[in-house]
T-cell receptor
Framework: DSGVTQTPKHLITATGQRVTLRCSPR?????VYWYQQSLDQGLQFLIQYYNGEERAKGNILERFSAQQFPDLHSELNLSSLELGDSALYFC???????????FGPGTRLTVL | GQQLNQSPQSMFIQEGEDVSMNCTSS?????WLWYKQDPGEGPVLLIALYKAGELTSNGRLTAQFGITRKDSFLNISASIPSDVGIYFC?????????????FGTGTLLAVQP
């Protein structure tokens, strides 16, 4: 158990819908990262937050957004969902910005 | 998206055999990490390497940070059935305000008892 929690574990929804994925970092970690894992693209970095502020963006679509709240938990919002958005979404956390990242168990999103 | 070249893509071995896998990049990294992912789970950090040439062990696992900073390898000695899973390398650069991980394509390891 990494100490990073993610909910829900599974999510099934339809095209065009909007969903929110939630992540709680390890106690004491200030950085949260979101990654997407799909069969064709592998594990890809989406976005990073540090202490409530966005710090870096990767291959994140404009339909996706995220935020980190004062209690340091983070949410990833996915809207206007398409079939190709079906993937595993992982959250990771680290103490600072150059430290080892610990991954949560992931949310499996299926878009039908 | 960017992925690092990782080989082999898969390995099917007998229990007790040694395993070696490697990862290469066209650009340098400040840190190399190795993760293992079990089905339905998130990646779990196995070994972190911070210095070119560094050789680090964690039990039966040994990893090295290449001198050129563009490659890394992972060895597993005397494999056991619970070593089954997908192994990923990841490179990390420091610069600006990000330390995102760039992952390799993964090596699927199957161990036959």
């Amino acid at each position: 158990d990494s100490g990073v929690t993610q909910t829900p574990k599974h999510l099934i929804t339809a095209t065009g819908q909007r969903v929110t994925l939630r992540c709680s970092p390890r106690s004491g970690d200030l950085s949260v990262y979101w990654y997407q894992q799909s069969l064709d693209q592998g594990l890809q970095f989406l976005i990073q937050y540090y202490n409530g502020e966005e710090r870096a963006k990767g291959n994140i679509l404009e339909r996706f957004s995220a935020q980190q709240f004062p209690d340091l938990h983070s949410e990833l919002n996915l809207s206007s969902l398409e079939l190709g958005d079906s993937a595993l979404y992982f959250c990771a956390s680290s103490v600072g910005q150059g430290d080892e990242q610990f991954f949560g168990p992931g949310t499996r999103l299926t878009v039908l | 998206g960017q992925q690092l070249n990782q080989s082999p893509q898969s390995m099917f071995i007998q229990e007790g055999e040694d395993v070696s896998m490697n990862c290469t990049s066209s650009s340098i990294f400040n840190t190399w990490l190795w993760y293992k992912q079990d089905p339905g789970e998130g990646p779990v950090l196995l070994i972190a390497l911070y210095k070119a040439g560094e050789l680090t062990s964690n039990g039966r696992l040994t990893a090295q940070f290449g001198i050129t900073r563009k490659d890394s390898f992972l060895n597993i000695s005397a494999s056991i059935p619970s070593d089954v899973g997908i192994y990923f390398c990841a490179g990390q650069r420091y610069g600006g305000a990000t330390n995102k991980l760039i992952f390799g394509t993964g090596t699927l390891l199957a161990v036959q008892p």
